[in-house]
């Protein structure tokens, strides 16, 4: 063989190798995480969308008509029931750790890689999108190694370190370090480290740099965007910072890019046990796929998306009584179940105290009762009970639930709706069941089969070679 020869063939092997590299791994990657998104909360947002619709006219979600659909096991290396930091760790860096720790091992010895780092280094865009604060578990788990997901600064400065290109969500938790007043401030970290920063669309739309965005609402201080069901069209919505983010990738990235979207709030209104509120929040969720969807039918032979969940919350039913499903009911329900806990408790401290028909017509107006919906006799007396022990007697204390503190005669409320709806809950916090998997696209038939969480790393990480 000439030196030639050889040296030509050489070429041609690489070239091939890399042809064949290109022709294995999906250029663009969508995961969208729906937080605390179980099979129920799924079928549940199904059924309503099919007999309500949606606000934009849809009489079905997209996402359940994916071609490849399966079950995700999500137990954590410490707890059958996993925790979202753990979860997020297991999707994002395919390993599994300890309950509340993120991007680390489950002995919190090292720091693990996510598989976004890793294609970062190949040179594709990565975007962070969620509903929640950007240093919150799910989105962490992408970028952050820390032994507790509750060390909300630790966890912003490695956002700021992560040379990420994109971050849409509500804020940062903890922009000054409480234990360290002297370390600097994370807003300006992130300047350091060339982000720029946007408070609202219309800050966004007027003149936006396309590379390293911070996109936030114009309020961060409450902690997470406000619940679809609760949103004003000015309000900076999940669907808006999902498009943001594929409409500036569209334009910057050449080699391809990877995006995370995590519809959070759907878990907060399920530790809340506000069905309404889960099933307008999977409905924006919906809103959001529906753009990635959109995007693959225009690269169909480049693009993957995949659907899933971290786990399961509220242990939400279907079903508890008869074999009636009265879903419908929930679209009633003008508002979350926090935003009625926010005008009761203004009519609470106001100069006069609301009477129980002043009340009543309150709770016609919001949920439908003693309108659309039949209030028996023995159901008002409990919400009358409920009123008078925290209006009148001003005795009875906020229910508390993970994310939020709310006014009892609210979650009585809301209750006897989820009742009436036919819902149940075992829980206020997570459970062990399986959530659903739904893919489409490049490589999506690697996914179907029971999977494992840290699957949704793993098997992107083979196509890739990476270790
Ligand atoms: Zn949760």
Same mark, same amino acid.
């Given at each position: 063989m000439t030196k030639l020869f050889r040296f030509t063939l050489f070429g041609l092997l690489l070239l091939g190798s890399s042809l064949m590299y290109g022709a294995q791994t999906p250029k663009y990657i969508f995961l969208f995480i729906g937080d605390g998104m179980g099979f129920n909360? $799924?079928? +549940?947002?199904?059924i309503y969308a099919e007999k309500v619709g949606t606000d934009t006219g849809e009489r079905s979600l997209l996402f359940p008509t994916f071609p490849v659909m399966t079950q995700v096991c999500t137990r954590s290396a410490s707890h059958l029931i996993t925790c979202s930091s753990a979860a997020a760790t297991a999707l994002a860096t395919g390993e599994k750790t300890t309950n509340y720790v993120i991007g680390m091992d489950a002995e919190k010895k090292h720091g693990l890689k996510s598989l976004a780092c890793q294609l970062k280094d190949k040179g594709y865009k990565i975007g962070i999108i969620t509903s929640a604060s950007i240093d919150h578990a799910t989105p962490g788990g992408f970028y952050a190694s820390q032994p507790d997901r509750s060390m909300y600064y630790e966890i912003g400065v490695d956002a700021a370190n992560?040379?990420?290109?994109f971050f849409g969500g509500a804020g940062l938790l903890e922009p000054r370090n409480k234990r360290n007043p002297s370390a600097p401030c994370l807003y300006d970290l992130f300047n350091q480290k060339g982000y720029s920063m946007y408070r609202g669309m219309e800050a966004y739309n007027r003149n936006h740099a396309k590379d390293k965005v911070l996109l936030f609402p114009v309020d961060t201080i409450r902690g997470s965007l406000e619940y679809a069901l609760d949103r004003s069209d000015k309000e900076l919505?999940?669907?808006?910072?999902?498009? @943001?983010?594929l409409d500036n990738f569209e334009e910057t990235a050449k080699k391809g890019f990877f995006m995370m979207v995590e519809g959070g709030k759907i878990d907060w209104a399920a530790h809340a046990h506000d069905a309404a509120t889960v099933v307008t929040e999977t409905i924006d969720f919906d809103q959001c796929i529906r753009m990635a969807y959109e995007f693959y039918k225009k690269h169909p032979n480049e693009t993957l998306?995949? $659907?899933t969940a971290d786990h399961e919350t509220g242990g939400l039913g279907l079903g508890n009584s008869n074999m009636n499903l009265n879903i419908e009911l929930l679209k009633h329900q003008q508002c979350s179940q926090e935003a009625l806990t926010k005008t009761m408790?203004?009519?609470k401290s106001g100069e006069m105290i609301p009477s129980w028909e002043d009340m009543k017509a309150f709770l016609k107006k919001n949920l439908g009762f003693w309108g659309q919906i039949t209030i028996a006799p023995r159901e008002e007396l409990e919400l009358l009970v409920c009123y008078e022990e925290s209006f009148l007697k001003k005795k009875s204390k906020d229910v508390v639930s993970l994310y939020a503190k709310d006014e009892p005669l +609210? $979650? @009585? +409320?809301?209750a006897l709706l989820d009742k009436k709806a036919s819902i149940g809950w075992t829980t206020k916090t997570h459970t062990g069941a399986p959530v659903p998997l739904y893919a489409i696209g490049k490589q999506a038939h690697l996914y179907s089969g029971r999977r494992d969480n840290t699957d949704m790393a793993n098997i992107l990480r083979k196509l890739f070679?990476?270790?």
């Open positions: 909360h $799924v079928e +549940a947002t199904q992560s040379g990420f290109d919505g999940l669907p808006d910072l999902t498009k @943001a983010c998306i995949l $659907v408790r203004e009519m +609210a $979650v @009585a +409320a809301i070679t990476i270790k």
